[in-house]
């Protein structure tokens, strides 16, 4: 069994800045891709960012791209979301998933265990 635990969200005004984390229970953290997804109210939960079991690859989705960077430290079992320049629709619940694979993907399905969310809002 794994368990997610996001932490980081908050308000922030427009053109801020957030740094999501997500620590995962279980030793298998590692070798396993991560990813976050967001569900802004009223809208379907939607694909943000991936990465690699290793660090070395990640995908995002072009909504974000050169806004938000993932990263990951397997030693603490953590993946990180750093979101700059935001906006007001990046305003959503961000979860954090376990991927089934060690590769990227974007599909819900690629992913098994996911966290209970964090809030982030951005004001204008």
């Known amino acids: 069994q794994v368990q997610l635990v996001e932490s980081g969200g908050g308000l922030v005004q427009a053109g801020g800045s957030l740094r999501l984390s997500c620590e995962a229970s279980g030793r298998t953290f590692s070798s396993y891709a991560m990813g976050w997804f967001r569900r802004a109210p009223g809208k379907e939960r939607e694909f943000v960012a991936a990465?690699?079991?290793?660090?070395?690859?990640?995908y995002y989705a072009d909504s974000v791209k050169g806004r938000f960077t993932i990263s990951r430290d397997n030693a603490k079992n953590t993946v990180y979301l750093q979101m700059n320049s935001l906006k007001p629709e990046d305003t959503a619940v961000y979860y954090c998933a376990k991927g089934v694979y060690g590769g990227t993907r974007a599909r819900p399905s690629a992913y098994d265990y996911w966290g209970q969310g964090t809030q982030v809002t951005v004001s204008s």
């Open positions: 990465i690699e079991w290793s660090g070395a690859s990640t």
